[in-house]
């Protein structure tokens, strides 16, 4: 005699499987981003502590850039807007901090044209402030091909007048023969 029962439906259905593969999904892209948040909590922190500390000293109404800047010591340097419309820079050291007018120093573009003439075969890198030897600086990173060689180097100008500091050159790379 033959069996009048019908065949059991598998446990796992289509509709379950997706929702299985939702669940993993959710649960993957939630690790990321405690993983990820995990990792620049102690950054972010850092930075709006030197926001703060900014909006403080300089009675700064908005905050166009912040950054890092490690070179004999750590520095943040923010440039912001003062109340009265003034654009300032701001640097935070460990016990110091320093407000320059950004109308009573040399512009990031009037660096770049002086890189530009000076050096015209260089690719710039990035222009940023910074603070070295207790002064307040441009510092231009580039880069110049010398000798089949392609030459990273450092240029510090004054923030003030931008008068040519100093050059650090970083060990060359050679380019592939052709």
Same mark, same amino acid.
């Given at each position: 005699?033959? +069996?009048?029962? /019908?065949?059991? +439906?598998?446990?796992?259905?289509?509709?379950?499987?997706?929702?299985?593969?939702?669940?993993?999904?959710?649960?993957?892209?939630?690790?990321?981003?405690?993983?990820?948040?995990?990792?620049?909590?102690?950054?972010?922190?850092?930075? /709006?502590?030197? /926001?703060?500390?900014?909006?403080?000293?300089?009675?700064?109404? @908005?905050?166009?850039?912040?950054?890092?800047?490690?070179?004999?010591?750590?520095?943040?340097?923010?440039?912001?807007?003062?109340?009265?419309?003034?654009?300032?820079?701001?640097?935070?050291?460990?016990?110091?901090?320093?407000?320059?007018?950004?109308?009573?120093?040399?512009?990031?573009? %009037? $660096?770049?044209?002086?890189?530009?003439?000076?050096?015209?075969?260089?690719?710039?890198?990035?222009?940023?402030?910074?603070?070295?030897?207790?002064?307040?600086?441009? @510092?231009? *990173? *580039?880069?110049?091909?010398?000798?089949? %060689?392609? /030459?990273?180097?450092?240029?510090?100008?004054?923030? @003030?007048?931008?008068?040519? $500091?100093?050059?650090?050159?970083?060990? +060359?790379?050679?380019?592939?023969?052709?």
């Amino acid at each position: 005699m033959r +069996a009048t029962r /019908k065949k059991k +439906a598998p446990y796992m259905t289509p509709r379950r499987w997706t929702a299985l593969s939702l669940v993993l999904l959710l649960a993957i892209i939630a690790g990321i981003n405690i993983w990820y948040q995990s990792i620049f909590k102690d950054t972010w922190s850092e930075e /709006k502590q030197a /926001k703060n500390r900014a909006i403080e000293a300089a009675s700064l109404t @908005e905050i166009d850039r912040l950054s890092k800047f490690v070179w004999d010591e750590t520095a943040w340097v923010v440039e912001g807007t003062r109340e009265d419309g003034e654009q300032v820079f701001v640097w935070l050291r460990e016990s110091v901090t320093d407000t320059v007018y950004a109308s009573r120093s040399v512009s990031k573009d %009037q $660096i770049r044209l002086t890189m530009e003439s000076k050096k015209p075969d260089a690719r710039i890198e990035h222009i940023r402030p910074g603070i070295a030897g207790g002064e307040h600086i441009w @510092e231009v *990173y *580039y880069s110049r091909i010398e000798g089949g %060689q392609r /030459k990273y180097m450092y240029d510090f100008y004054s923030f @003030e007048n931008g008068t040519l $500091i100093d050059t650090f050159k970083l060990p +060359a790379k050679r380019l592939a023969e052709q």
